[in-house]
Every structure is written in C-alpha cells, then in structure tokens.
C-alpha cells in the first residue's frame, strides 16, 4: 500500500519547482523587526556610540527613534532620515543620553594603578586616545560575579580622581 506523501505529490504537481513551504518561521514576536538601509558613516557613528555608552546598538537606535518620534513631524519624514537627523544631534546630545542611561564608567572601580600602556586605549572618562608607550591608569575592578568579561578601564592623569 502506497502511503501519499503530501510534500512528494507538490513537487511531481508543479515540475519539481517545489511550493515556498518551509520557509514558514512564524515565531510568535512580541515586537517588530524594522529593517532600513542606513549609510555605512551612521552606521559607524551609531556603533562607537554605542560602543561608548556599552548599550547594544539596537537599544541606542530605539531610544533614539522615540525620540525623534516624540518630536518630529511624522507626515513628512520617512525612518531613514528621521535616523540620520537624530544621528546630527548625537554630538549634542550625547551628555542627555548618557544621563539618561545613568552611564558611569568608573562605578565599579576601587583603585587606580599607574601604568604604561602596550596598547593603545582610550580615556573612558574624557574619550582623549591615549598611545601605546604612555602612562594611564589603569582601573581596578572586582571580578564580575556573573562571569562576563567587563572591558579594561583606563584613565588619563586628568581624569583621575582628585587630580587637579
Ligand atoms: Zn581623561
């Protein structure tokens, strides 16, 4: 007895070109997937941005996009350009952001060493490039309890605490 397999008889139906079926991934989602070319300069903006506050680009991108919506004219504006204009003001706003996601990179540090760096890094205060070959100070912190890797915290001598 020949038992009829559905997905068999599609394929001999319609010369082996078989129907668009299995792509059918209908997860249930609580929330939409907005898909938008963004130019590869705002894409890289949004990135360091991001990178800077240590909040996933998704996040940085929503927080923005709420606000433009609250603010802009929705008639005529399309998302990419609304992204691009909130992108302009990042520059400006970047203190109001980080405000607003109560970003302080030297809240878990306990003691500063001296040191000189292999490498090049970066103030996570002020953001000045600090060079491979000079001195910074490195922030100590205690091992997360969580096991994920917290990124090296280093400083300029400026933004040490009590200097100047
Ligand atoms: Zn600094």
């Known amino acids: 007895m020949t038992q009829r397999d559905p997905q068999r008889d599609k394929v001999d139906g319609v010369d082996g070109s ?12 609580k929330e939409r997937v907005l898909h938008t070319r963004v130019p590869a300069v705002l894409e890289r903006e949004l990135k360091r941005f991001a990178d800077n506050l240590r909040v996933p680009v998704s996040n940085l991108v929503r927080t923005i996009l ?3 919506l609250n603010v802009a004219d929705a008639a005529t504006e399309n998302v990419e350009s ?3 204009n909130a992108a302009k003001q990042l520059e400006h706003e970047r203190e109001r952001l980080k405000a607003r996601v109560k970003f302080d990179p030297l809240k878990d540090v306990f003691a500063f060493q001296s040191v000189t760096l292999a490498q090049d890094a970066t103030c996570a205060k002020c953001e000045r490039d ?6 910074a100070n490195l922030g100590l912190t205690d091992e997360p309890t969580n096991g994920k890797k917290k ?3 280093f400083v300029c001598d400026e933004c040490l605490p009590g200097a100047r």
């Open 82 to 84: 609304r992204l691009r």
């Open 66 to 68: 709420e606000d433009a």
């Open 130 to 135: 600090l060079a491979a070959g000079s001195r």
């Open 151 to 153: 990124p090296r915290i």
């Open 18 to 29: 078989r129907a668009v079926e299995d792509s059918d991934d209908a997860e249930p989602k």
